[in-house]
T-cell receptor
Framework: GNSVTQMEGPVTLSEEAFLTINCTYT??????LFWYVQYPGEGLQLLLK?????DKGSNKGFEATYRKETTSFHLEKGSVQVSDSAVYFC??????????????FGKGTKLSVKP | EPEVTQTPSHQVTQMGQEVILRCVPI?????FYWYRQILGQKVEFLVS????????KSEIFDDQFSVERPDGSNFTLKIRSTKLEDSAMYFC???????????FGSGTRLTVV
């Protein structure tokens, strides 16, 4: 079946540090991959996505590359800010194009950035 | 930018009562979803809805749950007889044609006392 495994948190970094949050997946077919962010007290916001192998999603300085050979979609940011403190969810959609079928979420990684 | 709207933002109900959570998906979207997130835990899929019927549901979505699209714009989740363990944040989402992605609402926090 389809599943997403995300690194356990919480992750605590100093401002301007480099961030990596690991995400690996198991899926059949040609899934699409997503990162969602949840700021304290708010809902889920799409951060970035990639719909096929070798695609790189990017937004707000965050990047993730869809690696089919390692079944990974690790989230990275070169220099984090205090405002990046949030919970980050890796997610998978079973279908190519990423608009159909239920999303399967990882457990979430809480990031805290200290000034 | 189009939004998915959920009401109410917070609902408190007594155990055993019925609740209806409301959502207005993006108007040209075709697929509708409910997810829930128990405090501090992962986001879990409940049900998907397409062409006026349930297309997929999880084991969480038992006989106590139902969904409806009563008027072509609203999409509702009903819990018939709430239990304490139904306390969670409930998210509605919608998606359109291939490539349009999913848009989530800001959620309804349900507290069962």
């Amino acid at each position: 079946g389809n599943s997403v495994t995300q690194m356990e948190g919480p992750v605590t970094l100093s401002e301007e540090a480099f961030l990596t949050i690991n995400c690996t997946y198991t899926a059949t077919g040609y899934p699409s991959l997503f990162w969602y962010v949840q700021y304290p007290g708010e809902g889920l916001q799409l951060l970035l996505k990639a719909t096929k192998a070798d695609d790189k999603g990017s937004n707000k300085g965050f990047e993730a590359t869809y690696r089919k050979e390692t079944t990974s979609f690790h989230l990275e940011k070169g220099s984090v800010q205090v405002s990046d403190s949030a919970v980050y969810f890796c997610a998978l959609s079973p279908y190519y194009g990423g608009s159909q079928g239920n999303l399967i979420f990882g457990k979430g990684t809480k990031l805290s950035v200290k000034p | 930018e189009p939004e998915v709207t959920q009401t109410p933002s917070h609902q408190v109900t007594q155990m055993g009562q019925e609740v209806i959570l409301r959502c207005v998906p993006i108007s040209n979207h075709l697929y509708f979803y409910w997810y829930r997130q128990i405090l501090g835990q992962k986001v879990e899929f409940l049900v998907s809805f397409y062409n006026n019927e349930i297309s997929e549901k999880s084991e969480i979505f038992d006989d106590q749950f139902s969904v409806e699209r009563p008027d072509g714009s609203n999409f509702t989740l009903k819990i018939r007889s709430t239990k304490l363990e139904d306390s969670a944040m409930y998210f509605c989402a919608s998606s359109g044609d291939r490539g349009s992605g999913y848009t989530f609402g800001s959620g309804t926090r349900l507290t069962v006392v």
